[in-house]
């Protein structure tokens, strides 16, 4: 993957948990960081969706 799909909320969340599932990443920081994408930019695209990352969990839910 070479970028994250942001105007894509659904493959958005299945991306991420992916990532974080496999792996691949250690938390959503991370991710932002190898994409260059803004915490605070993903997170609100989230939100006004209706979802948010659990740190405890390591997911979008």
Request: hydrophobic share 45%; proline share 5%; glycine share 4%.
């Amino acid at each position: 993957m070479d970028h994250l799909p942001l105007n894509d909320i659904p493959m958005l969340v299945s991306a991420v948990n992916m990532l974080l599932r496999d792996g691949e990443f250690e938390d959503l920081d991370d991710i932002c960081a190898y994409f260059d994408v803004e915490p605070e930019l993903l997170k609100r695209k989230l939100a006004e969706e209706g979802f948010a990352y659990s740190e405890e969990l390591r997911k979008i839910g």
